[in-house]
DNA sequence: ATAAGTCTGTTGTTTTTCCAACGGAAAAGG
DNA sequence: CCTTTTCCGTTGGAAAAACAACAGACTTAT
């Protein structure tokens, strides 16, 4: 497990931990390691979680396919980010989405118990972690909200508009790439790849935005 | 503060509480109480959170509108409910959203840095509120991946139907009330409220569900 | 290098939603 | 009890999105 200490130090969760912190950490909450392949399911909608996650490398899709077969992705999952949080309460229930790994993936697990059950003296680190996680909750809470307001746009094209600027204020430029390709980006606002295509072009022709591939520019009107 | 004992008794945050403990930890966290008309703004955009918040009585709308004036309902507080945990994440911003009094409510404040901190010898419940904190805001987590499901649905009457059975499957039975008027509904699902109305009588007449005003009642097809 | 597969923009048609406006029913207020 | 306001369903025209299908550019695999 050490050799992802250094991750583990850039995480939310772990922010302000020495190394010595979080070695002692990884072994008081009984972390584990596990890799998926490119395409593979880490999860899927019905199964249950008893551990708290952090992605270590590669991509995981949080998306959900309806009765009808429309895929939807709820959520994207970057190296460092937390995950799973939401179905540790007991009795939460099955997990109603899948969760899939876009890339080859290795994930952390660590013993959610063993985290809000404080361990007095061996982890000088536990409280900061706990505030940690509080924070990072609540980090996720907020982009929930954020995703929430793209997605209560009544047009695709406002979806679009209101995603990319939030995304230029997210990375602090106005030229950014976005983790999506076309289909990607349709399916995470809910919107018709080809009727978005069409929309990002009448973007582009009248001179809000430019793009090529994932990298977008907005410019001033 | 002795007053909303019982209440608080009930609420998720305090589950598993006794009275002593409650009325300790009231102190301990510098709770306080205000007071907000019907109509009210509880908060308005670009304001700024120190607090954690329960709703004792009332009911509160949180709401966004956009720059052409478009009003989305992204949530909605019931008494008992804990809100604003999204922004007292150090240097998490300002408020993106409005929340406003849809009744008369009384809302009760919490010093979060004091429920964060731990107060080792005075509060035996806190490390219990801390587990109940952090179970409470996955929670609110999950609903909120919950309503995306709901907006992530390409028409209207799908909207309708998801959020309608999910309602049904949460109050345990087929007939419910839900509590939101048409408009609210309509501002709630980001969709208009004309072709919603009309898109619920489709419904009805098709013999998929049955309502009065805001009770309705699903049907096996 | 070639072939297969994927990604993206484009177009035309169909379907759905949005919008504005109206009237009746119900609720609120005096 | 009467007036005023709010709520809800309905309609028709305008606008937008969904859908299906296709072709060129680019990737990937062999």
């Known amino acids: ?20 912190d979080i070695l002692s950490m990884l072994n008081c909450l009984n972390a584990t390691a596990r890799a998926y392949n490119k395409g593979e399911y880490a999860f899927r909608q019905g199964g249950y979680i008893r551990d708290l996650m952090i992605l270590a490398e590669g991509r995981l899709h949080i998306q959900k ?5 429309n895929l939807n992705i709820l959520n994207e999952i970057r190296p460092g980010e937390m ?7 007991p009795n939460s229930g099955a997990l109603m989405n ?8 290795t994930v952390l697990f660590f013993d959610i118990d063993r985290i809000l059950t404080a361990c007095p003296s061996a982890c000088p680190f536990h409280t ?31 979806k679009l508009l209101s995603y990319l600027s939030d995304e230029a204020k997210r990375q602090n ?7 999506f390709n076309r289909q990607q ?7 018709d790849r080809s009727a978005m295509s069409g929309e990002l072009c009448k973007l582009r022709d009248e001179g809000l935005l ?12």
């Open 1 to 20: 497990m050490k050799k992802y200490v250094p991750l583990l130090k850039r995480t939310k969760l772990f922010s302000g931990a020495g190394d010595d």
């Open 65 to 69: 396919e309806d009765y009808w077969g």
């Open 98 to 105: 899948d969760v899939i790994a876009t890339e080859a993936s």
């Open 185 to 191: 980006l349709a399916d995470f606002l809910s919107v």
């Open 210 to 221: 430019g793009f090529h591939k994932s990298e977008f520019t907005l410019y001033e009107v």
């Open 128 to 158: 900061q972690l706990l505030k940690n996680m509080f924070y990072t909750i609540s980090e996720k809470n907020k982009s929930l909200v954020q995703k929430l307001s793209y997605m209560s746009a009544r047009s695709t094209r406002e």
């Open 173 to 179: 430029s106005s030229s950014f790439s976005i983790p």
């Open 83 to 89: 995950f799973g949080e939401a179905y540790i309460v």
